[in-house]
């Protein structure tokens, strides 16, 4: 299974260039500074639930779509 940071980090990669967005602005809306955001983007912090339902409202998706298909697959069983 993929990482999750990883698989949360190309999700917001994905949609920061089809919304043609800053990552500054990415970060403003997700509620953190600019350089914890750019830590987090490059592996070195683990992402929070509250950022990623902050940049999934942002992007308007649903927070699962930031997860690895296989964990969200499981969850429905459980």
Known sequence: MENINSSITKKIETEKARMKVSWNTIAE?????TATFNRKR????????????RIAEFFRIPFTDFFPTELVDLSKTA
């Open 42 to 53: 490059n592996g070195g912090t683990d992402w929070t639930a509250t950022e990623v339902a």
């Open 29 to 33: 809306n997700a509620g953190i500074a």
